[in-house]
């Protein structure tokens, strides 16, 4: 099992990045570097590549409506190359919010564009001329819907490789399908390993069913807050607003996929009352109605033995990449999880 941490970078970008090479020692395998709404994730990404010797970087996620497929192919093989082959392409969907609130880009077609975005990249990688014709790609662009000047083009560079591996967050039925069918990897949000098999096993199945074996077995990378101790039960609460946010707040009534996804996992009335309240700005009566159960089982917090425990379920339920956010005080402290939650993967 592969051990993973999203950057943060509260105290400081660069301070973060330079203790980057701790955590390359005590055992860390990959970095993830998310983008929203705040400092693109690709200038990061490159700084990270030129402090780091081993560790893989990732981006997590990239959406897939901000860039268009060719600028996401160059993005990957740019990072790739400076890295010397240590990047994985995280893409997603992300949601209307960011998308339309943020990027003025109509939120269409998220499953068709995942997949024509993953096959545009492949092409490029492979250094094939980019001709392409889907639904919502077509390059070169066709003279009735542009200048006419378009020509069909390859990417320049000798890439370090045309296999750079993506990685797709997904948590929709249909989505996870199709990353099981054409992705390296698969994240998924809220990630219950005891529940896993009956919210996502038929897509999973589904999508493996038509996967090219060329491209090997899935990663599957769940996420989990890290904390190990007799006396760290209460940061559990830590996550409970993000809980409420995602599953409150990210989307209206019938568009929020985090709401759908508490509902599928069992919780449909804890789901609704999260969602009245949290729209009608009662984000901290919101918070209390998230269930105490997925906090719980969603984390990595607690006694060894109770983390040990936690940690084979989610490698029974085929996690093979753990993407922990370590909590403690001080960089010794998250560097002490991290050596720890390492001797513990290999154990198992």
């Given at each position: 099992?592969?051990i993973?941490?999203?950057?943060?970078y509260?105290?400081?970008?660069?301070?973060?990045?330079?203790?980057?090479?701790?955590?390359?020692?005590?055992?860390?395998?990959?970095?993830y570097?998310?983008e929203?709404?705040?400092?693109?994730?690709?200038?990061?990404?490159?700084?990270?590549?030129?402090?780091?010797?081993?560790?893989?970087?990732?981006?997590?996620?990239?959406?897939?409506?901000?860039?268009?497929?060719?600028?996401?192919?160059?993005?990957?093989?740019?990072?790739?190359?400076?890295?010397?082959g240590?990047?994985?392409?995280?893409?997603?969907?992300?949601?209307?919010?960011?998308?339309?609130?943020f990027?003025?880009?109509?939120?269409?077609a998220?499953?068709?564009?995942?997949?024509?975005?993953?096959?545009?990249?492949?092409?490029?990688?492979?250094?094939?001329?980019?001709?392409?014709?889907?639904?919502?790609?077509?390059?070169?662009?066709?003279?009735?819907?542009?200048?006419?000047?378009?020509?069909?083009?390859?990417?320049?560079?000798?890439?370090?490789?045309?296999?750079?591996?993506?990685l797709?967050?997904?948590?929709g039925?249909?989505?996870?399908?199709?990353?099981?069918?054409?992705?390296?990897?698969?994240?998924?949000?809220?990630?219950?390993p005891?529940?896993?098999?009956d919210?996502?096993?038929?897509?999973?199945?589904?999508?493996?069913?038509?996967?090219?074996?060329?491209?090997?077995?899935?990663?599957?990378?769940?996420?989990?807050p890290?904390?190990?101790?007799?006396?760290?039960?209460?940061?559990?609460?830590?996550?409970?607003?993000?809980a409420?946010?995602?599953?409150?707040?990210?989307?209206?009534?019938?568009?929020?996929?985090?709401?759908?996804?508490?509902?599928?996992?069992?919780?449909?009335?804890?789901?609704?009352?999260i969602?009245?309240?949290?729209?009608?700005g009662?984000?901290?009566?919101?918070?209390?109605?998230?269930?105490?159960?997925?906090?719980?089982?969603?984390?990595?917090?607690?006694p060894?033995?109770?983390?040990?425990?936690?940690?084979?379920?989610?490698?029974?339920?085929?996690?093979?990449?753990?993407?922990?956010?370590?909590?403690?005080?001080?960089?010794?402290?998250?560097?002490?999880?991290?050596?720890?939650?390492?001797?513990?993967?290999?154990?198992?």
């Amino acid at each position: 099992m592969r051990i993973g941490m999203a950057l943060k970078y509260s105290d400081g970008f660069t301070e973060a990045v330079e203790e980057l090479a701790d955590f390359e020692k005590a055992g860390l395998d990959i970095v993830y570097v998310a983008e929203a709404y705040g400092f693109d994730a690709v200038s990061q990404l490159g700084y990270i590549a030129a402090k780091t010797e081993r560790v893989e970087i990732a981006s997590g996620i990239l959406n897939i409506y901000s860039r268009t497929p060719a600028a996401l192919a160059q993005t990957a093989a740019g990072l790739d190359h400076v890295s010397g082959g240590r990047f994985t392409l995280g893409i997603g969907a992300s949601g209307p919010q960011v998308v339309e609130g943020f990027h003025g880009v109509p939120y269409t077609a998220p499953l068709g564009r995942t997949r024509e975005v993953i096959e545009i990249c492949r092409k490029a990688w492979r250094r094939e001329v980019l001709r392409y014709e889907g639904r919502h790609y077509t390059l070169p662009l066709p003279a009735d819907r542009g200048t006419g000047l378009g020509r069909p083009l390859k990417i320049i560079n000798r890439l370090v490789r045309a296999d750079i591996p993506i990685l797709v967050a997904a948590i929709g039925p249909k989505n996870v399908e199709l990353t099981a069918e054409l992705a390296d990897g698969w994240e998924p949000i809220f990630y219950l390993p005891e529940r896993a098999a009956d919210v996502w096993g038929p897509s999973l199945a589904a999508g493996r069913a038509r996967r090219d074996p060329s491209l090997g077995d899935l990663d599957v990378v769940g996420q989990a807050p890290l904390a190990i101790g007799e006396d760290v039960q209460g940061l559990l609460e830590f996550g409970r607003p993000m809980a409420a946010l995602y599953i409150g707040g990210m989307g209206a009534k019938g568009r929020n996929f985090y709401n759908d996804l508490c509902r599928r996992y069992g919780w449909e009335k804890e789901a609704e009352e999260i969602q009245d309240l949290y729209l009608d700005g009662k984000k901290d009566e919101a918070a209390a109605r998230v269930p105490d159960e997925l906090l719980e089982k969603m984390s990595l917090i607690g006694p060894e033995g109770h983390v040990r425990e936690r940690l084979a379920a989610m490698r029974e339920s085929g996690v093979t990449t753990l993407n922990v956010t370590p909590i403690a005080g001080d960089h010794a402290g998250r560097l002490a999880l991290i050596e720890k939650i390492r001797e513990m993967a290999d154990a198992l």
